[in-house]
């Protein structure tokens, strides 16, 4: 029997001839084959052979770095909008660091309000906590979303944040 460990979708380590019984039950229950198809010592002859057991070394080696998720810019679709966009998983996962990107891109952005389809905004990741708090306490006392004058708020926020 073999040790040799393959790594299944669910990141759950089988062995080599449980991670076979585990495809064929899942090809028998999605109706990919039938049971009737092949007698059973015909299936497993025709089943791949483990893979060798890999060298100690190999095992040693360090995990590779997961890749980050976090975007860097972000291509604005019709729709969208500053709070929106931030409050996306993959750009800050909280709405009201809107104001980070705003800053970011002023030579984009004339009115927080409007923003669109098309523009590729910078997504920062590089804000010390102060501009972040900064942000936030922004975001939160601003006033409600209006197209028209830019807010006297952001004009402030801006200018002070700089």
């Given at each position: 029997?073999?040790?040799?460990?393959?790594?299944?979708?669910?990141?759950?380590?089988?062995?080599?001839?449980?991670?076979?019984?585990?495809?064929?039950?899942?090809?028998?229950?999605?109706?990919?084959?039938?049971?009737?198809?092949?007698?059973?010592?015909?299936?497993?002859?025709?089943?791949?052979?483990?893979?060798?057991?890999?060298?100690?070394?190999?095992?040693?080696?360090?995990?590779?770095?997961?890749?980050?998720?976090?975007?860097?810019?972000?291509?604005?679709?019709?729709?969208?909008?500053?709070?929106?966009?931030?409050?996306?998983?993959?750009?800050?996962?909280?709405?009201?660091?809107?104001?980070?990107?705003?800053?970011?891109?002023l030579d984009q952005i004339k009115d927080a309000d409007l923003i669109y389809p098309?523009?590729?905004?910078?997504?920062?990741?590089?804000?010390?906590?102060?501009?972040?708090?900064?942000?936030?306490?922004?975001?939160?006392?601003?006033?409600?979303?209006?197209?028209?004058?830019?807010?006297?708020?952001?004009?402030?926020?801006?200018?002070?944040?700089?």
């Amino acid at each position: 029997m073999s040790h040799v460990a393959d790594k299944t979708t669910s990141g759950k380590l089988v062995s080599g001839l449980k991670l076979s019984a585990i495809l064929v039950a899942a090809a028998l229950a999605t109706g990919c084959i039938s049971a009737k198809s092949k007698p059973a010592e015909e299936a497993q002859a025709a089943a791949p052979a483990p893979a060798p057991a890999a060298p100690a070394v190999a095992a040693a080696a360090p995990a590779a770095e997961p890749e980050s998720t976090e975007l860097t810019s972000w291509t604005v679709a019709k729709g969208e909008h500053l709070w929106g966009i931030s409050g996306e998983e993959e750009v800050y996962n909280i709405p009201e660091k809107w104001p980070l990107i705003y800053k970011a891109n002023l030579d984009q952005i004339k009115d927080a309000d409007l923003i669109y389809p098309g523009q590729v905004l910078v997504i920062p990741r590089d804000s010390s906590q102060a501009d972040i708090d900064g942000a936030i306490k922004h975001a939160k006392t601003r006033g409600a979303w209006s197209v028209g004058p830019i807010e006297d708020s952001d004009v402030a926020y801006i200018k002070n944040s700089s």
